[in-house]
């Protein structure tokens, strides 16, 4: 176990101008899954999330709501909360950018820039995107036909005094830093695109007029500071980060992050805009931006103007909260897109969590109930750990190894390429080996036959080799999942009466009590009819709204 080491993971904050949609829940997830991960291996792990609050948009839709824009924010901020809680979400830092301590610090950012020299008054005249509040440069337009790149509504032409930042200075160290660090921008080909975006970066504007909700520029009233030093600074803000003082304990431990974890669309962002203001401030860059694709619905993003999302608190309530967060890490390779559709859903929770782990346990957990009453000690005697092996030799198998020794040597090879892949965050590939696992293991069952075994009073010292296997195959198994299905893993540990949590602990064989006595439980996932549930859920969603 790697100890003494932090790992600090984010998400974007996202954008509460309305309710979190299944997207928006990929993300999140797919950061709580590697927290969990990371803390199981013995990092000391910290997990931020949280809202960026101010802007246009949000001054606009709380008005249109009859509102204030904080009364308005809070009521979505406090669902966000709930939604993650129903997900099994555990962020250590819930960040608002309309938190005090925040606006301070980015205050404090911004004088420090502007003293700089690296912030200044200028005019901005140029395209903007409303909805978006994005800037659009002319060549973009033209593309676009006039349209916004993002959202393919009209832009306008405005004209403003603001500030700016020196973006251009510092083009060229950052370009040095992503050619030197081939890691930094993931997956590959998103660090081709933003090699080839920073050509055509100019000066940033840093500031607006046109509207009060957000930080005020504390040296020129009028200007509130602009979502590019307000929202990306929530990063270290949140970690304690202050120019006035003594850094928190927080920043010293956690900065910097090892991984900003974003969505495809807003990569430039992270890895040309905050890494040249970490520049400006003199501070280290982080480590990893991964930027992953997309979630969609008949090949479209998700979007909350579309209305072409699918309640995730509905999908929750129905399947449950591991089922939801099974399918978003295993359907989807992080750095491309997929679709979400009504079919894929409830076929993952079919086949992979009802018939090959959900039928797992069952079928361990009642023979060992049926065949071993009181504890699955051979003979009445505690169970010889060492003579495991040599008891399996005598059930015959067309294997070189006997189930025995291929089912461990199946875990031990499953661990290593899970690390592999968690590592490089292929949360699907981790999944899949996982299944590998599990398949093997319903495979042991079948090879060795308990219900043969239980039928001869000679073969008790075989059979209950073959249970105490299984469920220390199981044991191995609920440390794998637990990061994926936190709920689904603590059921099989209470059951096998394990108390073993974690990751170098799912590498030892034998750790489960000698005298070991399980419990049987409920069905974990009951089988879905999947043509009367696809006719439910058109009736109650709508096909628009589920592929």
């Not at 040095?176 to 940033?204: A, D, V, Y």
């Not at 957990?365 to 169970?383: C, D, H, K, R």
């Not at 059930?395 to 461990?408: C, F, R, S, W, Y």
Request: hydrophobic share 35%; proline share 4%; with cysteine.
């Amino acid at each position: 176990m790697e100890k003494n080491k932090t790992f600090y993971i984010t998400t974007p904050i996202f954008y509460p101008n309305d309710n979190m949609h299944i997207g928006h829940c990929y993300t999140t997830v797919a950061s709580d899954v590697m927290t969990r991960y990371k803390k199981a291996r013995g990092f000391d792990t910290l997990f931020l999330t949280g809202t960026d609050e101010h802007g246009q948009k949000i001054e606009k839709t709380a008005k249109e709501h009859g509102k204030a824009p904080l009364d308005y924010v809070n009521k979505i901020v406090e669902d966000t909360k709930s939604l993650w809680q129903s997900l099994d979400v555990q962020y250590d830092i819930f960040s608002r950018t309309t938190d005090k301590d925040h606006i301070k610090a980015v205050q404090q950012i911004f004088k420090k820039l502007h003293e700089k020299g690296d912030i200044y008054k200028d005019k901005y005249d140029g395209l903007y995107c409303t909805p978006c509040e994005s800037f659009i440069t002319e060549t973009k337009a033209k593309e676009t036909k006039n349209t916004c790149p993002d959202c393919g509504r009209a832009i306008e032409n405005i004209k403003e005094d603001v500030y700016f930042f020196n973006l251009p200075k510092y083009l060229e160290h950052l370009k040095n830093h992503i050619e030197q660090n081939p890691h930094f921008i993931s997956p590959e080909s998103r660090k081709n695109e933003m090699l080839n975006l920073l050509k055509e970066t100019g000066p940033l504007c840093v500031s607006r007029t046109t509207f009060t909700w957000g930080v005020p520029v504390e040296f020129d009233h009028g200007h509130v500071v602009y979502v590019w030093i307000d929202a990306l600074s929530n990063y270290i803000t949140k970690l304690g980060f202050n120019l006035e003082a003594e850094q928190g304990e927080r920043y010293k431990n956690y900065w910097p992050a090892n991984v900003h974890m974003v969505g495809k669309d807003i990569v430039r962002f992270h890895t040309i805009i905050w890494p040249a203001i970490l520049m400006a401030l003199g501070e280290p860059l982080p480590e990893k931006i991964f930027g992953h694709g997309f979630l969609k619905i008949k090949g479209e993003k998700i979007s909350k103007s579309k209305g072409n999302s699918v309640e995730p608190n509905f999908l929750i309530d129905r399947y449950g909260k591991d089922s939801v967060r099974y399918f978003l890490m295993r359907e989807m390779n992080l750095g491309q897109d997929a679709d979400f559709t009504t079919p894929a859903f409830l076929n993952r929770i079919n086949h992979d969590l009802a018939n090959d782990l959900g039928n797992l346990v069952s079928r361990s957990l009642s023979m060992a109930v049926q065949y071993f009453p009181t504890s699955i000690a051979s003979e009445g005697q505690l169970l010889n750990i060492e003579d495991i092996e040599k008891a399996m030799n005598a059930i015959g198998t067309n294997e070189d190894l006997n189930p025995t020794q291929a089912v461990k040597k199946t875990i031990a090879e499953t661990i290593t390429e899970v690390e592999k892949a968690m590592d490089n965050l292929m949360f699907s590939t981790a999944l899949e080996t996982i299944w590998t696992l599990i398949r093997r293991t319903n495979k042991y069952i079948d090879e060795t036959t308990p219900w043969i075994l239980a039928k001869d009073e000679t073969k008790k010292e075989e059979l209950s080799c073959v249970l105490y296997t299984l469920f220390e195959a199981l044991r191995s198994i609920s440390i794998l999942i637990a990061p994926f299905l936190p709920n689904t893993a603590e059921y099989i540990k209470t059951h096998i009466n394990s108390n073993k949590n974690n990751w170098d602990e799912a590498k030892e064989f034998g750790l489960l009590p000698k005298d070991l006595k399980v419990t049987k439980g409920d069905i974990l996932f009951p089988r879905i009819d999947l043509k009367k549930e696809e006719t439910e859920l058109e009736k109650l969603f709508g096909e628009s709204k589920n592929g």
